[in-house]
T-cell receptor, first 116, second 113 residues
Framework: DADVTQTPRNRITKTGKRIMLECSQT?????MYWYRQDPGLGLRLIYY???????NKGEISDGYSVSRQAQAKFSLSLESAIPNQTALYFC???????????????FGPGTRLTVL | QKEVEQDPGPLSVPEGAIVSLNCTYS??????FMWYRQYSRKGPELLMY????GNKEDGRFTAQVDKSSKYISLFIRDSQPSDSATYLC?????????????FGTGTRLTIIP
């Protein structure tokens, strides 16, 4: 079974619709992340959470919100989807490790979102 | 200017060739350097992880960091068709609570049998 799962894997929606992408992990990690990947722009961080009570904006959080329902679950919402939010979305997790030392991030399989 | 620059390719080489993938960066505060490999329709997975300057070898893969030039490289020896993937470099600071990764755009590599 996959350690980091994302649902749905593919989604087509219309402009203005609300949509939620879900991420679950069985790795027992405290840290979770949401990225989007676009051709020519690479992976960009949307939001991250270092524990259930900690939510932080990444470099491109406008138009997105998140919810950390439990240690294992981290959801990304698009309140009113727009076409330029069409992208591949990845959830990732990491362990805490040593203070100040970035730890390996484990990625889910991605959600391909198309906003028409 | 992006903090991390990476040639997107695509790069095609024959099987058995040595592959060199590179990234440059502008922020001298980066201390941790990683290479992730991403197969088509999959999430990235960590391939190599190095700290500060120097070389690290793991099988056919060698990661090289030159902090003075703000330049990192990944070498693949005896390349195989299974190495065909997108390779992303990633970097991070050494600040507690700020260990976020900054990724390059990725280089798409194809190994031709």
């Amino acid at each position: 079974d996959a350690d980091v799962t994302q649902t749905p894997r593919n989604r087509i929606t219309k402009t203005g619709k609300r949509i939620m992408l879900e991420c679950s992990q069985t790795k027992g990690h405290d840290r979770m992340y949401w990225y989007r990947q676009d051709p020519g722009l690479g992976l960009r961080l949307i939001y991250y959470s270092f524990d259930v009570k900690d939510i932080n904006k990444g470099e491109i959080s406008d138009g997105y919100s998140v919810s950390r329902q439990a240690q294992a679950k981290f959801s990304l919402s698009l309140e009113s989807a727009i076409p330029n939010q069409t992208a591949l979305y990845f959830c990732a997790t990491s362990d805490l490790g040593l203070a100040g030392v970035p730890h390996e991030q484990f990625f889910g399989p991605g959600t391909r979102l198309t906003v028409l | 200017q992006k903090e991390v620059e990476q040639d997107p390719g695509p790069l095609s080489v024959p099987e058995g060739a040595i592959v060199s993938l590179n990234c440059t960066y502008s922020n001298s505060a980066f201390q941790y350097f990683m290479w992730y490999r991403q197969y088509s329709r999959k999430g990235p997975e960590l391939l190599m992880y190095t700290y500060s300057s120097g070389n690290k070898e793991d099988g056919r893969f060698t990661a090289q960091v030159d902090k003075s030039s703000k330049y990192i490289s990944l070498f693949i020896r005896d390349s195989q068709p299974s190495d065909s993937a997108t390779y992303l470099c990633a970097m991070a600071f050494s600040n507690f609570g700020n260990e976020k990764l900054t990724f390059g755009t990725g280089t798409r590599l194809t190994i031709i049998p």
